[in-house]
């Protein structure tokens, strides 16, 4: 288990389990984050546990001889002020309205994210600058698998794989949609549980299959940063990378599928569908552009939500003795994508910082 403390570099594991944490969030996406972030701020005792080796989650970028490509999130869009504020704090050059020069008349992957009222911002570092930016001075346990849950009077015990359970008097699962439910069923049963499966049961989220592909300098460059195609039933866009970036190594080129197209692929060998993925995008570049030096296929499985998939809140249910259970993530206030993650987890921190009554 690998234990990063933003806040303290230095800091060593410690292996001797808390007695009761006061509260455990379970995923360092940017809704998980938030709320840690909030609850610290509030003067609250919080753990991050987060599975994979590094914070962010979906809103992911990987490096490719030291140059950034984003392959969940291209930009944050949004228009709560608090967010905005947020994206502003974000220690990183940011690309304000990024994507300036956008092409094709299919549908962004979040309605409304190119309407004039919405901000927009990337960052020349990749998006991970702003889950960077929120994990800023949180204990956050990377590689640390939340495999089931248990209450107890008073609290919940977290099973993390063969690691030693912890305990906490507040749990807050902020995870994709489909993932909280899977953890919540080994939590049953609880007074709330059907009732909420069958709550969460009706939403859902689209899968996405994504290649990163880098091509030489003198690649053609198209006259846009972004290509939503009309006509294709393969890709959902065509996002030129390496116009985010400062002095890039690569042309460097993101293509996205579309949600119905994905899921027939979903069990396919990456590399067939990788390969017809970049065909489709030939077709829109030139034919140059099925033969990259490099390529890198991410199959995301719960991508976004559908798009009739939100609620007007996070959830916050009360167990006996007083111990408190939160639901945060992206399905968790309006309009989806990382503006609704931010502000679940931070709605959801206010509210576990009201006593219960
Ligand atoms: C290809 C793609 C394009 C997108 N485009 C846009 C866009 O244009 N605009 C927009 O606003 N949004 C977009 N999104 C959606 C946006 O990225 C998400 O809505 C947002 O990042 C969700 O944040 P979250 O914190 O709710 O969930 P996540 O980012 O999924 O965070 C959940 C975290 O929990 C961890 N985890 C899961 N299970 C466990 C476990 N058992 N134990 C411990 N940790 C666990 C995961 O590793 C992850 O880090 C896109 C996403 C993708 C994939």
Known sequence: MLVLDFA??????????????????????????????????????????????????RCATRR?????????????????????????????????????????????????????????????QGMKALPRHLAQGLEI????????????????????????????????????????????????????????????????????????????LDAPAPDWDVLYPETSDVLQLVAQDSSKRVAPRFRTFVAQARPKWSRQRLDV??????????????????????TPLWTYPHRWRYARLSPTSELAGPLRIDFPGGARLGLAGDVFSPGGGLQAAWLSGTRLAGRLTQEPS
């Not at 594991?13 to 909030?38: D, F, K, Q, Y």
């Not at 005792?45 to 914070?55: I, N, Q, Y």
């Open 8 to 57: 303290m570099a230095d800091s060593s594991p410690s292996r001797a389990p808390s007695p009761i944490l006061e509260t455990l969030v379970v995923g360092a996406g940017v809704a998980g984050l938030s709320c840690a972030g909030a609850l610290r701020r509030a003067g609250r005792g919080v753990v991050v546990l987060e599975r994979a080796h590094d914070v962010g989650g």
């Open 269 to 290: 060998p990456p590399a067939q569908w990788s390969r017809e993925l970049l065909e489709e995008a030939a077709d829109h570049l030139g034919d140059w552009a099925a």
């Open 141 to 216: 346990r990377l590689e640390t698998r939340v495999t089931a849950l248990r209450a107890f009077d008073g609290g919940f015990e977290v099973a993390c794989g063969e690691g030693e359970p912890l305990r906490c008097r507040d749990l807050v699962l902020a995870l994709a949609l489909e993932q909280t439910r899977r953890l919540l069923r080994t939590l049953e049963p609880f007074p709330q549980s059907a009732g909420l499966q069958a709550v969460l049961g009706l939403f859902g989220s689209v899968p996405c299959l994504t290649v990163l592909a880098g091509y030489a």
């Open 64 to 124: 490719f001889d030291g140059q950034a490509v984003d392959f969940g999130p291209l930009f944050a869009h949004g228009h709560h002020p608090d967010f905005l504020r947020v994206l502003r704090e974000v220690d990183a050059h940011p690309l304000r309205d990024w994507p300036r020069r956008v092409e094709g008349g299919g549908p962004p992957c979040q309605p409304g994210a190119l309407e004039p009222t919405v901000r927009r911002v990337a960052f020349a």
